[in-house]
C-alpha cells in the first residue's frame, strides 16, 4: 500500500508538472494568437483602405490593384538598377578620363622637354658650326661668307614650316 501511494504521489506530481507544462503552453500561444490578430487587423486596416482605392480606380478588384502596384514596384525596382549601373558607369569614365587627361599632360611635358633637349642640342650644333665655319670665311674670303649665309636663311625657314 506504501508502494502504491508513492506510485500515486508521482503520478499526481507528473500531471503536475504535465499540467504547468501545458499551462505555459497555453500562455505562448494565446501570446502568439494576439500578435497575429494584430497582424490581421493592420492588413485588415491595409485591405479596406485598397478597398476605397478600388472604387476611385480603373481596377474592379482589391487584386489587381495589389497586381499592378506589384508590377510598378518591379519597375521601379529595374529602373532603380539600371540608375544604379549608370552611375557606376559614370564613375569608372570619370576616373579614366582623369586618367586620359593626366596621362596627355604628362605626354605633352615630356615632349616639350624633348623638344627642348633638342632644340638646346641644334644652337650647341650650329654654334659649333659656326667655330668651323669662321676661320674658312677668313680664308676663303667673302664669296663663301654669302653662300654660308644663304644656306643659313634657308635653314632657319626650313625651322619655321610646320
Not at 487587423?41 to 483602405?49: I, R
Not at 487584386?63 to 508590377?71: R, S
Not at 579614366?96 to 616639350?112: K, P, Y
Not at 661668307?145 to 626650313?158: A, D, H, M, P, V
Request: some cysteine; aromatic content about 6%.
Amino acid at each position: 500500500m506504501l508502494k502504491k501511494a508513492e506510485g500515486k504521489k508521482e503520478e499526481v506530481v507528473s500531471l503536475e508538472a504535465e499540467k504547468q507544462r501545458l499551462t505555459e503552453e497555453m500562455q505562448q500561444l494565446q501570446r502568439k494568437k494576439f500578435d497575429l490578430e494584430l497582424q490581421v487587423h493592420s492588413h485588415s486596416v491595409f485591405h479596406d483602405f485598397m478597398k476605397q482605392v478600388v472604387e476611385i480606380s480603373q481596377f474592379e478588384e482589391v487584386q489587381e490593384q495589389v497586381d499592378h502596384l506589384e508590377n510598378l514596384l518591379h519597375f521601379r525596382e529595374q529602373l532603380s538598377e539600371k540608375d544604379s549601373c549608370d552611375h557606376e558607369r559614370i564613375n569608372t569614365l570619370r576616373t579614366e578620363l582623369v586618367t586620359l587627361r593626366d596621362n596627355h599632360h604628362l605626354m605633352m611635358v615630356r615632349g616639350r622637354n624633348q623638344l627642348s633637349d633638342l632644340q638646346t642640342e641644334l644652337e650647341k650644333t650650329r654654334s659649333e658650326t659656326f667655330s668651323w665655319i669662321s676661320p674658312l670665311v677668313s680664308y676663303f674670303g667673302e664669296g663663301l661668307e654669302k653662300l654660308i649665309g644663304k644656306t643659313y636663311q634657308s635653314e632657319l625657314f626650313l625651322d619655321k614650316e610646320p
